[in-house]
């Protein structure tokens, strides 16, 4: 059999060196006279294995990483052609314990197939769940959404079928589906991983999405950050009508959906759903106040869903394998699997999709393995900028929506930064009012005027002036933010700041007189 | 894209604008692509693009300026040859990130929006690359680059001044 050899295009990949691995194994095979055929696949999400290289041989798929272009000749010279071994030798990649004690449903595909074969696709089983939806009532389906439990996996966490049921029942003659694929939580590669590594299901979603509500239209509004993401989706879609996956009938039936991408201009605040309606509308991405909701008035004034890429990634797996498979993993009211993505100064970073209910302390030290540094964890920051700093104190909250608001904090898109202990809290607080200063779309202001306010107490307090009394003040001032902003960049940044006050009380207090005389 | 002080014609903008416009006025909400467009074949957008593309989308020019002004990435006036963007969010603070930065700026002899006075690049922060695994992250042009360290930075500064 001709060897085939997988070579990760995911941007983290890339970022590694992945493009100088490839022309390097093309140079050899060419300089041996041998023949491979080359498959550019996703990231199966192992970053400190990336660039990983796979084998198809007559063993089954044998992994090799991390791969550098200087490994070439001698990976070759140790027959890895054949599976053979080499120091850089995984295993098949199933067995290595990160993918082994994953629950991969909305991740099935990513890093195995070709993104961009819709023929790997329908035979990894995609298009199964959009077959299934073609044969249900609008209704049914988004009642096997509902039962799934899928909640919003943008980091609000709202329901996703009672989302769906309100743009079904309403009459419009236009309706729309857009994703949020603006994601710009620091932590967060989730969105960009499945449109780079298997666009097809984010598709297959939207399209099924589309047939539930009544709507024709889908965006997807990608951050500019994500060339990489761009262009993977554009060419998915264009394959996709092409085989009437998308188009005025869609795989034969009446039914019509067709999708469009749009590029968002690197402002943060436009991942707020009503502030990226107004982008794609082409206005200044401000946010808007709800009511009226934009399942009622949305896009253009039209009923609209508007999903983050993984809660519609993991529609099609919920229609394929039924709402029970799904709602089966999880704990609480928190149901299914969440893609977890470790990052930050780790040992190993990437993406970890698991049913909910791991606590931090056996993602962070036992998945994660620790800092990358080798030096102990001082904090972790879960659910991105606008997410709280936890202490090792509270390693044992588990991965879950309510639980992580009964300890002040919230798990967001589900990323987590981890810092170790040269990180000074004083500096993670202030940085977050900066951020905040910095994204603020500025129609509210609490979250305009309050996060400018809080980089200046904060200066203060670390300059030794008044500190009890500016603690206080930044307090105050979080309490303002929190109840008075309208939507979320506003209302949060208080969750970065306050945690990192009361976990870490001793990074605010006044420096010891013989550091300050130095 | 342009290199500094390259002198455009007023009328060329105007004609250049118009003809990049007609690509993109059957869009639903067309004023972000159009503004990206024209961000592509002038390397900024230009003053005098502004009311061509409002006469185009009956908008007011003071609308087309809310918008051009509300988004990081529109720029107003050209960057230099390369444009490299240093992720500084907490991720790569985790790793090391604003040593990164430091290390950029004094080999450059800029800060974060500035342009080298050689005109051969623009120092940019931005807030998350998607590579928090791989951290500290930076983008030189559409080049992603993972895990900078000072050997990095060395060939980014290499390939900038080449």
Known sequence: MTPVIYIPKDSGALAL??????????????ARGETARIVRTGSRGLYWLEPMVEVLTEKGRVAYGPVTAKDVRSLFDAGFLSGDQHHLWLGKPETIPFL????????????????????????????????????????????????????????????????????????AERKYIVCNADEGDSATFADRMIMEGDPFVLIEGMAIAGIATGATKGFVYIRSEYPHAVAAMQAAIDIARKANVLGTAILGSPNAFDIEVRVGAGAYVCGEETSLLNSLEGKRGIVRAKPPLPAIQGLFGKPTVINNVISLASVPVILDRGAEHYRDFGMGRSRGTIPIQIAGNVKHGGLFEAAFGMTLGEIVEDIGGGTATGRPVKAVQVGGPLGAYFPPALFDTPFDYEAFAAKDGLIGHAGITVFDDTADMLKQARFAMEFCAIESCGKCTPCRIGSTRGVETIDKIAAGVEPAKNLALVTDLCNTMKFGSLCALGGFTPYPVMSAINHFPQDFAPKPMAEAAE | MQPSGTQIEVADVAARTAAVIASYTHLEGPLLPILHAVQEEFGFVPTESLPVIAEALNISNAEAHGVVSFYH????????????KLCQAEACQSMGSDRIAAMVKTTFGIGFHETSPDGSVTLEPVYCLGLCACAPAAMLDREVIGRLDAEAVDEIVAEVRR
């Open chain 1, 17 to 30: 060196g992945a493009e100088k691995v490839a022309k390097a194994i093309e140079a050899e095979l060419k």
């Open chain 2, 73 to 84: 990435d529109y720029r107003r006036a050209p960057a230099g040859r390369h444009v490299l």
């Open chain 1, 100 to 171: 082994a004690k994953q629950t991969r449903l909305t991740f099935a595909r990513c890093g195995i197939t070709d993104p961009l074969s819709l023929a790997d696709y329908g035979a990894h089983g995609g298009l199964a769940g959009l077959r299934k939806a073609l044969a249900m009532t609008p209704t049914d389906i988004v009642k096997a959404v509902t039962e799934s439990g899928l909640r919003g996996r943008g980091g609000a966490g709202f329901p996703t079928g009672i989302k769906w049921k309100t743009v079904l029942d309403q009459v």
